[in-house]
């Protein structure tokens, strides 16, 4: 089973990129993140055109979030019923296993109120996660707006006083994998350095001046087969990229 996961950053002007890749690379299930598109909008026809069943919570020009699988798609759920009128989480069944796309708040500024919002919506996750069947395979995936090591960013003293590396929020990353999951990449690469996003300005990308914050978590059955995980630097190349590349799991399962 090949799992992916992607901030798009506008799937309206990603598309084309978007296609191509899932031809090329024809991952079994990807979760998609930062979608800008209402679900009236959301290109299922094309997806299905691919060979894909899609679930989208949209919200317009702002967040969006989405699963598409191959190996079937059933029992979706949007958000946590909680009110959060923000569209950035959904979840659905995909071959016997739960998966979540998650677009974490980004926080902005440490005494910005987007910053508690963050905090909160991380502790909404954590409570989610931990009433799941404990004997159900899930992967929650996504943008996640946290860097877990001062390893997953290029500078660390850059970002003191920041968002992405705060106590609070790498706490808060803290608690969600405490309900039984594991951060993939830190399982199989511990010493890989890993970008997954890197700032459009000051030529970032080719610099390496990027942050690990795209992250595929597992529980222990799915560990248990994990064969691979990388970043899909070619998809960040190139006309019209997101600032996401692609974060790719392997497992020896069907």
Sequence with gaps: MIVATWNVN????????????????????????????????FPYDGFASLGYEAT????????GVAIASRVGLADVV??????DVEARVISARCGGVRFYSCYVPNGRALDDPHYQYKLRWLSSLTDRLAQRDVNEPVVVGGDFNVAPRDLDVYDPERFIGC?????????????LTGTGLT????????????????DYRNGSFHRGWGLRIDLLLV???LR?????IY????????????DHAPVIGEFATT
Excluded at 15 to 32: S, T
Excluded at 224 to 228: G, N
Excluded at 231 to 242: C, N
């Design 10 to 41: 506008s799937l309206t002007a990603r598309w084309p990129r978007v296609e191509q890749w899932l031809v090329e690379r024809a991952p079994d299930v990807v979760l998609l993140q930062e979608t800008k598109q209402s679900d009236a909008r």
């Design 56 to 63: 989208h919570h949209g919200q317009g020009q702002w967040n």
């Design 183 to 198: 951060d993939l990449a830190a399982f199989l690469e511990p010493d890989d350095v890993a970008y997954t996003w890197w």
């Design 224 to 228: 248990a087969v994990a064969t691979r």
């Design 219 to 221: 529980t222990a059955d």
């Design 78 to 83: 949007r958000g946590f019923g909680d009110g």
């Design 163 to 175: 968002t992405h590396v705060s106590a609070p929020e790498r706490e808060a990353l803290g608690a």
């Design 231 to 242: 970043v899909d630097r070619d998809a960040r190349k190139g006309i019209k990229p997101s």
